[in-house]
């Protein structure tokens, strides 16, 4: 069974520059979930979509956003890049079994290093 | 979870001694607790978790954790470690803030020594 697939795996941008990040998900998992993480700070929680929604949303300015896709892919769309947003971008899908969201075990991708000149 | 503490950002460990990574979080409402592995030049796994019940959790690769609520600590434990345990380990809170959010802490780099 594949895993979660991220594309591309390397990205460099200039400052200003917009740019879409793509995650698939396991197959039968509904939902999908974006981290950033920056050198020495950690996973920081970027979004969560189900079911085509967004579900809940990190401390991230508006210039970050994505949506779901009816297959359960997902973008992930940052605008007016900055150099502080270099980082990795971890993509996670999980099955988000309703109510019991929260237990899930969340599959992660390799991630996309994106790298602001 | 209002926070989660990763208290060491290093953890140099010779082979097969014992290793003990402490997470400590912060908040108001119930959680769930997590710990995920992160191995060179990939992307994270979970080792293992918490949901309910016994508060002494087994996970892969001979890791368990202590969810210990009054310390809101969950601590993770490998009695003997060995060189391809060398990776970066995070511990995460999932809570439910209108909507499940799960805060990870800034991870911590187990290093294992020959």
């Known amino acids: 069974e594949a895993g979660v697939t991220q594309s591309p795996t390397h990205l460099i941008k200039t400052r200003g520059q917009q740019v879409t990040l793509r995650c698939s998900p396991i197959?039968?998992?509904?939902?999908v979930y974006w981290y950033q993480q920056a050198l020495g700070l950690g996973l920081q929680f970027l979004l969560w979509?189900?079911?085509?929604?967004?579900?809940n949303r990190g401390n991230f300015p508006p210039r970050f956003s994505g949506r779901q896709f009816p297959n359960y892919s997902s973008e992930l769309n940052v605008n007016a890049l900055e150099l502080e947003d270099s980082a990795l971008y971890l993509c996670a899908s999980s099955l988000a079994l309703g109510t019991l969201a929260g237990t899930d075990t969340q599959y992660f991708g390799p991630g996309t290093r994106l790298t602001v000149l | 979870a209002q926070s989660v503490t990763q208290l060491d950002s290093q953890v140099p460990v010779f082979e097969e001694a014992p290793v003990e990574l402490r997470c400590n979080y912060s908040s108001s409402v119930s959680v769930y607790l997590f710990w995920y592995v992160q191995y060179p030049n990939q992307g994270l796994q979970l080792l293992l978790k918490?949901?309910?019940?016994?508060?002494l959790v087994k996970g892969i690769n001979g890791f368990e954790a202590e969810f210990n609520k009054s310390q809101t600590s969950f601590h993770l434990r490998k009695p003997s470690v060995h060189i391809s345990d060398t990776a970066e380990y995070f511990c995460a809170v999932s809570e439910d803030t209108g909507g499940f959010k799960t805060i990870f802490g800034a991870g911590t780099r187990l290093f294992v020594k020959a």
């Open positions: 918490y949901l309910s019940g016994s508060t």
């Open positions: 979509y189900d079911e085509g929604e967004e579900r």
């Open positions: 197959s039968g998992h509904t939902s």
